[in-house]
């Protein structure tokens, strides 16, 4: 893998000096624009831009000094010049796409940095994984930074990984080149509690001089949480009030509000900044799971700063929270994150500061984007074949792998059940009464079954449940080797035999989503880098995505996004109930539980 270092602020200075004092021409120049300064929170009529070598030279009144025969000269015409936006928390694996197809998707929303952990990946592949992810941001034409995974498992003993990251595999990390700091710490009981492995971990990143990024997904900020913070996690986005919120900016953390295609969390914790007056430097805006679909049709950082907007942010304060509070928590408000001298040159023009539409990109110094039309090439990595045909079932799969018996002579049963909740990563833990027949147990119209099938060491496991909240109708199924964090199979259906032929389809293709309907396959998104991701372009996959929804609605689905909500059902660091390979957890406890309720006659 090469790619080209861009230069550093020192590598440059002296040419930054030559252009800003008028004594070397610019090698760009926005001209007649309204200066988004986030610094000082202001907005400054007929400013100019100088760049050179990609960074900033010069920002003031007039840079037409700076002008010689080949600096090219664009008319910001009093459009506002807003800094490139920062996404603080996000996994590109979630967008179904590649690292070079994500930043193709995002760029002409005005999106020119990332801080990208993909522990997607490296639940299926291991440190080769991370390693291939962040050799390909490195090709990018914008700022992808990579944070080391640090829960792969991210439940020890309560689920089984294809891979495991060590203390080791982060240290080794910390020395590679676009590794910005660690991935979210989503064992947050093995920090409140001192786990050695998972403080080795944080330590070799407190010590490299970088950020380690956190997740704590309980509502208890008590004790627990305390500890979890002085164990050194310096952010976190698992919050969903405004008492979590202020709970994390008190205590020195960066409050990380998400907007992504099925977390709505921005409008319930940004009134601790509209309505409780608190300083806004410590709240950043990020996304952490957008679909292929929520990026071609609806946006990316550009659609989180407008829906701030709409909750009752001011514009510019907005603009700061995708900015430079984002570059500050990192590190590198030297960097990114402002249009002022030395940074790099990453400039949106837009002609409304609250409905943003993204009408330029400058990205490094050069126009990436341009009226939602990119306009540079996003180099592919080369991806090896170990990297595809992850899907590994041991046997083929038939109807009899997802019964569920009951309890002998028992004509119902009480089953524990998983709660979808609309919008959220959360569930709830419900109980059923469900009927028996023939032996077996059987959901019913507002009950469908689930299965985690394993998929990483051909085991031929299937851990059968129960999950209600989609309201599937029909003889249905739908699978996903998308599976956060372990990233198994899992599959929802009405009825079995559709199960099995959903599962095995996605063996055949190596991984994706497929959904069928009476024995016919009517929607399937192909992903066969690592069963995560396709290397085609975002359109392409949005369209069959698309597919996908419309099959899921046309079998009874009414929930928003719901496919996030399916591929999130295995994640067993988010309460209250999840499905592994290992059983039925309870996340309230970390313990696992029982399918079905002891049975007395």
Not at 533 to 538: G, L, N, Y
Request: proline residues 5%; charged residues 20%; aromatic residues 4%.
């Amino acid at each position: 893998m090469t790619h080209t270092t861009f230069p550093s602020w020192p590598d440059v200075a002296p040419l930054l000096i030559e252009t800003a004092s008028g004594r070397a021409p610019a090698d760009m120049i926005i001209r007649n624009g309204k200066w988004v300064n986030v610094h000082t929170r202001e907005v400054l009529d007929s400013h100019d831009i100088a760049i050179k070598a990609g960074r900033v030279a010069y920002v003031g009144p007039d840079a037409s000094y700076c002008i010689g025969p080949d600096t090219q000269i664009i008319e910001a015409e009093g459009r506002f010049m807003v800094p490139g936006l920062c996404d603080a928390h996000m996994h590109i694996e979630s967008g179904m796409l590649t690292p070079a197809e994500f930043a193709r998707a995002v760029i002409p929303h005005g999106t020119t940095s990332m801080f990208t952990d993909p522990h997607e990946i490296a639940n299926v592949l291991g440190l080769e994984g991370v390693r291939l992810m962040h050799d390909e941001a490195l090709l990018q034409p914008v700022n992808i930074y990579t944070q080391m995974p640090s829960c792969a498992p991210s439940a020890p003993g309560l689920e089984t990984t294809g891979y495991e990251i060590s203390a080791e595999d982060v240290a080794e990390a910390m020395t590679w080149p676009g590794i910005i700091g660690l991935g979210e710490m989503m064992n947050f009981p093995g920090v409140s509690n001192a786990d050695p492995k998972m403080l080795a971990e944080i330590a070799a990143t407190q010590r490299a001089g970088k950020t380690v990024g956190g997740h704590y997904a309980s509502p208890d900020l008590g004790a627990a949480f305390a500890a979890y913070v002085a164990g050194g996690p310096a952010d976190d986005h698992e919050g969903t009030c405004e008492a979590d919120a202020i709970a994390r900016m008190r205590q020195g953390m960066r409050a990380m509000v998400r907007l992504g295609s099925a977390w709505y969390d921005v409008e319930a914790q940004i009134t601790a900044i509209t309505e409780k007056g608190l300083d806004p430097r410590n709240f950043i805006l990020c996304t952490d799971d957008c679909h292929s679909g929520t990026l071609v049709n609806d946006g990316h950082m550009n659609r989180v700063v407008r829906h701030a907007i709409d909750c009752g942010c001011d514009p510019v304060v907005a603009i700061q929270m995708a900015t430079i509070n984002t570059a500050t928590h990192f590190g590198l408000e030297r960097e990114i994150g402002s249009i002022t001298p030395g940074r790099r040159a990453d400039v949106i023009l837009t002609s409304d500061l609250r409905s943003l539409p993204i009408e330029l990109v400058v990205a490094r110094g050069q126009i990436v984007a341009e009226s939602g039309s990119i306009k540079v090439e996003c180099p592919h990595l080369d991806w090896p074949q170990t990297a595809r045909g992850t899907v590994h079932l041991g046997h083929e799969l038939t109807a009899r792998d997802f019964e569920l018996a009951a309890p002998e002579g028992a004509n119902s049963v009480t089953a524990n059940v998983i709660g979808v909740v609309e919008n959220q990563a959360p569930t709830k833990a419900l109980k059923a009464e469900l009927a028996v027949r023939d032996g077996l147990v059987e959901g019913d119209d507002q009950v469908c079954q689930i299965a985690l099938v394993e998929r990483h060491r051909a085991t031929g496991g299937v851990t059968n449940a129960f999950v209600s909240g989609f309201g599937y109708q029909g003889d249905m199924a739908m699978a996903s080797t998308v599976a956060h964090d372990s990233h198994h199979m899992i599959v929802v259906g009405t009825d079995r035999a559709q199960m099995a032929l959903a599962a095995n389809r996605l063996a055949e293709v190596g991984g994706g989503i497929t959904l069928f309907r009476d024995g016919a396959e009517q929607a399937l998104v192909e992903l066969p880098i690592a069963g995560l991701m396709s290397d085609r372009p975002a359109a392409e996959v949005a369209a069959k995505a698309q597919k996908l929804v419309e099959a899921m609605q046309d079998c009874g689905c009414r929930l928003n996004n719901a496919y996030m909500q399916h591929s999130l059902l295995a994640l067993v660091v988010i309460p209250e109930l999840r499905i592994s390979d290992l059983g039925l957890v309870d996340v309230r406890t970390f313990t696992k539980i029982p399918v079905i309720e002891p049975f007395n006659e």
